[in-house]
């Protein structure tokens, strides 16, 4: 789904919403637009933004509102404190969200309650136990929580319970490394987590292995277990994927060659064909440019749109898909007016994307052109946000 991270907000399942869910939504709403002066708050319904973030002069996760007509964002505020808040994701219910982090120097996983004016309460917290959390995901059902640990090759499994709360992880270690490019292939490096359009299975990219291990999901016993994988380029250092909005492809995105990866998906056997892959970036411009690193994809809601944040080239690429058989074009290459985007995300209407440059301490707002997908920059889109990692609307 865009998918739920959508730090990435993954594609779920729509879910039975309660009346008292229901009523929260909307006192979040009014209080939104209260929090807007009377000029702004004319323009358009607001959504909320929060700002997951690491290092420099960040002090935890950040709040703010984007304007849907205008595109514009609000003054960024610090909505909770807690150590670098790298990534974030948000429960089905949309009334908590979670954020891999560090407490007391702990590796962490913490879970918020969403207030109606913004602001996040810390309701539950669990540690990782190895290694880092990188990415993490909630399961469409609200039931289980899983973590990526780069730096420790593993993945947990943290149960979730009916009020959303965290249990104790159960580890999972990758083996191995594909070892063609030695200096960050020489063993297992999990990068992402989420799930499939069904729920029954559950998807790591490992930019150590050149593989996506596969986990078949088990809601009775909140734990997955190993399904297989698919074999990624050589070399190209698979990182974070999305599932086309059909569920028929999966768009991969390899960080060390900077192109994406397209595989055909059996949801019935949780299985995978490797198709076509496409350059984010030309020849020319990756091997002239000091440093390049692929880092976020995204599907458009239309299903129509791929895009692909560059970092050292500082720029968003955009994509056309085919929707019969995957296939990726590049049709736009997009500067970010800022430095590192390491994460890229837009809101529900797929009309705005935003950009969190890490390295310039901003996020800037893009136009999606509906018709073709290009990216354009309306004036002064751009606020201050410190070490701007993940991007999460809340809608």
Request: glycine share 10%.
């Amino acid at each position: 789904m865009p998918m739920a991270c959508r730090c990435a907000k993954y594609k779920r399942e729509t879910l039975p919403v309660s009346p008292h869910i229901q009523l929260f939504r909307t006192l979040r709403a009014c209080a939104a637009l209260t929090f807007l002066s009377s000029a702004s708050a004319a323009l358009g319904d607001t959504v909320d933004v929060y700002f997951g973030t690491r290092g420099g002069a960040s002090q935890g996760i950040y709040h703010s509102t984007l304007d849907t007509e205008s595109g514009e964002l609000g003054e960024a505020r610090l909505a909770a404190g807690i150590g670098d808040p790298e990534f974030l994701a948000l429960h089905p219910d949309g009334d908590k969200l979670y954020a891999v982090a560090k407490l007391d120097d702990e590796a962490v996983v913490a879970g918020y309650r969403i207030g109606a004016n913004g602001d996040l309460t810390r309701f539950s917290t669990s540690p990782v136990r190895e290694g880092n959390g990188t990415h993490l995901c909630v399961h469409p059902s609200g039931r289980l929580l899983l973590t990526a640990q780069y730096s420790a090759g593993t993945v947990a499994a943290f149960p979730l319970d009916a009020e959303g709360k965290l249990g104790n992880a159960t580890l999972t270690k990758h083996e191995g490394g594909s070892g063609v490019v030695p200096e960050r292939q020489g063993e297992p490096h999990p990068h992402w987590c989420g799930y499939s359009p069904d729920g029954r299975f559950a998807f790591v990219p490992d930019l150590g292995l050149d593989r996506i291990v596969i986990y078949r999901v088990d809601l009775e016993s909140q734990s997955i277990s190993p399904h297989g994988y698919a074999e990624t380029i050589p070399g190209g250092g698979p990182r974070h994927m999305r599932f086309s909005v059909d569920g028929r492809f999966i768009y991969l995105l390899n960080e060390l060659t900077q192109s994406v990866t397209t595989f055909r998906y059996d949801a019935e056997a949780g299985t995978t064909e490797r198709l076509t892959t496409t350059p984010a970036l030309s020849e020319d411009v990756r091997t002239k440019e000091s440093f390049n690193s692929a880092a976020e994809i995204l599907v458009h809601p239309s299903g129509r749109f791929v895009y692909s944040s560059n970092r050292g080239h500082d720029s968003v690429t955009a994509y056309r898909a085919d929707p019969a058989t995957g296939q990726l074009t590049v049709v736009d290459v997009e500067a970010i007016r800022g430095a590192w985007p390491r994460n890229i995300n837009m809101d529900a209407s797929g009309k705005w994307l935003l950009a969190a440059g890490q390295h310039s301490n901003t996020v800037s707002v893009m136009a999606i052109d509906p018709a073709s997908g290009e990216l354009t920059y309306p004036t002064n889109h751009v606020i201050n946000v410190p070490a701007a990692l993940c991007i999460l609307p809340v809608e």
